[in-house]
């Protein structure tokens, strides 16, 4: 079974940056896509980031493109989220996934497979 493990949250200033990490317990070449997802208190999770384990395809919601950039190390079987100029809203425990398929909408929880145990990220304005 594959384990993930997010590190990098923290406390930050409105406007200042936070790079997360996501390490996997073993080699992620049968996984298809890896995730970030966020929930803010009182709300949903909700997609932030995604992508493609093989090739360049990454995806954003539009509430983050601009700010945040996702990233992976296959040989370290880790992922990255830069997250730049943050604020309040950003607040949230941001969990990483993994999806073993290639079907399902990059965006919904229920694609993923393999999720972390979250990080907390607080932004103070």
């Known amino acids: 079974q594959v384990q993930l493990a997010e590190s990098g949250g923290g406390l930050v200033q409105a406007g200042g940056s936070l790079r997360l990490s996501c390490a996997a317990s073993r080699r992620l070449f049968s996984m298809y896509t890896m995730g970030w997802f966020r929930q803010p208190p009182g709300k949903e999770r909700e997609f932030v980031s995604a992508i493609r384990w093989s090739g360049d395809s990454t995806y954003y919601a539009d509430s983050v493109k601009g700010r945040f950039t996702i990233s992976r190390d296959n040989a370290k079987n880790t992922m990255y989220l830069q997250m730049n100029k943050l604020n309040s809203e950003d607040t949230a425990v941001y969990y990483c996934?993994?999806?073993?398929?290639?079907?399902?909408?990059?965006?919904?929880?229920?694609?993923?497979?393999?999720w972390g145990q979250g990080t907390q990220v607080t932004v103070s304005s």
């Open positions: 996934a993994a999806s073993q398929a290639s079907g399902g909408l990059i965006n919904r929880p229920d694609t993923y497979d393999y």
